[in-house]
């Protein structure tokens, strides 16, 4: 704690002077509970060894649901130069586009509680869970060809959505330069039949109602009102992203040390210029990852539409897209450095972009409040919608992305009893659809951070602003 300098009560820094490696101050949004939870892990560690990469500007930051990871901590935002700096897969993640969407229905939670749990056990049965799950629409590597290349809207085309589902997703659910050659075959026989499938560990779908309103203007903007049912899919890129980013950091440590003679604290930290060949062709594969994890969350849209007009029949079968962002991809963006407008690789591994009011990247329809930022908590507790803020450029307009995680996944499964957290859940009002008990004891509330502290902590920062609170009703877990 002595390292750090209090810039505020929500804002800590430590100096670039504490180590010669380091090219930039480490700056953590925590209150100082939230940080000393924090440095229990090595999480402070890497994000002190992120300061190192080359072309990174200003800080390297961690957000309040910080937790230790892989390279750099989940949880991270470092802006790299476009121009002369480097492209690290170990700092945007292995689940590629992991991200969140929300959908909003007209219910409110009177009308829909009858149908509720023959609700969630019917999405249930419809969307496949589980690690190496495969879906119910099998695709051919042609067709996850066109999903690599044209994400969500290849899906819209062939007729499973509607236009609204990708005007209200981040780059209208497609990455431009995405390119196929640069994905191994290993990768794409993965993501062939994983469409429309949620995956495991923390994904997750949630049935939630809205139980509390910040600012009734802006929750009329986007449509939201008291007590109304909303249905949050968590979920990513598969098996697929996780190749694709295993088979880059495969070879870019070899050609970090032998080719480009780039000194890192750490292999994990597997860097190559971004304006080199093979620079180029891992952001190229990304934005193929990124694209397949909306045409995934695309489709359990659809499979989840399709369940909702079955279940509750026709005439109430509307379910709007409400929003969609990713919280693990790189991204060029141009930010002001010193005096001059400079074009940055912003990564983002466990964090989520929030955008000003009147970005033009934003739906029009949301321009006067700002983007939509959307903020799970941990399984059983309450998840919020927030909108940007101008303020948030001093984290490169980025927010965190969850609760995060203060117990390893081994150490939960030592501690907890899964019929119990369901017990608990259930006599709370919340119904569990989970196949194993593994995934419940994993994801079980206590061993998140406070989710009500986060959001408070990216609140008082001034990153965002605070629309509604959400609370979960059904939970359909990842296993």
């Given at each position: 704690?002595?390292?750090?300098?209090?810039?505020?009560?929500?804002?800590?820094?430590?100096?670039?002077?504490?180590k010669k490696e380091m090219r930039v101050a480490a700056r953590v949004y925590a209150s100082e509970e939230l940080l000393k939870d924090i440095l229990k892990d090595e999480s402070i560690n890497q994000l002190i060894n992120s300061t190192t990469l080359p072309g990174i500007e200003k800080y390297a930051i961690a957000m309040p649901d910080c937790h230790e990871g892989y390279s750099v901590p989940i949880g991270f935002v470092g802006a790299i130069r476009a121009d002369?700096?480097?492209?690290?897969?170990?700092?945007?993640?292995?689940?590629?586009?992991?991200?969140?969407?929300?959908?909003?229905?007209e219910y409110t939670f009177k009308e829909l509680f009858p149908s509720l749990d023959k609700l969630s056990s019917e999405i249930q049965a419809q969307i496949p869970s589980g690690l190496g799950q495969g879906?119910?629409?099998?695709?051919?590597?042609?067709k996850?060809?066109?999903?690599?290349?044209?994400?969500?809207?290849?899906?819209?085309?062939?007729?499973?959505g509607v236009e609204q589902d990708v005007v209200n997703c981040e780059s209208q659910g497609r990455l431009s330069w995405a390119d196929i050659s640069s994905v191994s075959e290993k990768a794409k026989n993965r993501g062939k039949d994983q469409v429309g499938t949620l995956g495991s560990g923390n994904h997750f779908l949630e049935i939630q109602k809205v139980e509390e309103i910040f600012d009734s203007e802006s929750a009329s903007v986007l449509g939201l009102f008291k007590n109304q049912i909303v249905v949050m899919i968590h979920c990513g890129s598969r098996g697929l992203g996780?190749?694709?980013?295993?088979?880059?950091?495969?070879?870019?440590?070899?050609?970090?040390?032998?080719?480009?003679?780039?000194?890192?604290?750490?292999?994990?930290f597997a860097c190559v210029p971004f304006n080199s060949f093979h620079g180029q062709k891992y952001f190229q594969a990304m934005a193929c990852a990124a694209n397949y994890a909306w045409a995934n969350r695309q489709m359990i849209t659809y499979l989840i539409r399709k369940t909702w007009q079955r279940v509750l029949g026709e005439k109430n079968s509307s379910l709007i897209a409400l929003y969609d962002v990713a919280h693990n991809i790189i991204k060029k963006?141009?930010?002001?450095?010193?005096?001059?407008?400079?074009?940055l690789l912003v990564h983002r591994k466990g964090a989520t972009r929030a955008f000003p009011p009147e970005n033009p990247e934003i739906p029009e329809k949301y321009r006067k409040i700002g983007q939509p930022v959307l903020i799970p908590g941990s399984m059983g507790t309450a998840s919020y919608v927030l909108t940007g803020k101008k303020e948030a450029e001093q984290s490169f307009y980025s927010v965190s992305h969850g609760a995060g995680r203060v117990?390893?996944?081994h150490e939960a499964r030592r501690k907890f009893d899964g019929r119990k957290i369901i017990l608990d859940l259930k006599q709370k009002g919340i119904l569990v659809k989970c196949r194993s008990q593994i995934g419940i004891v994993e994801e079980a509330p206590f061993v998140y951070k406070n989710i009500d502290q986060v959001v408070n902590?990216?609140?008082?920062?001034?990153?965002?602003?605070?629309?509604?609170k959400l609370v979960p009703l059904a939970i359909i877990k990842g296993e």
């Open positions: 704690m002595e390292r750090f300098k209090k810039i505020s009560n929500w804002l800590w820094e430590i100096l670039p002077t504490f002369n700096g480097v492209i690290s897969p170990g700092a945007c993640g292995f689940d590629i586009n992991c991200g969140m969407r929300l959908l909003k229905s879906g119910r629409t099998s695709l051919f590597k042609e996850v060809n066109n999903i690599l290349e044209q994400g969500a809207q290849y899906l819209f085309k062939q007729g499973y996780h190749q694709i980013c295993t088979d880059y950091l495969k070879e870019f440590i070899p050609l970090m040390n032998n080719r480009y003679k780039i000194k890192v604290p750490d292999q994990e963006e141009e930010y002001t450095i010193g005096e001059k407008e400079i074009e117990m390893s996944r902590v990216i609140e008082k920062a001034n990153l965002a602003k605070k629309i509604i």
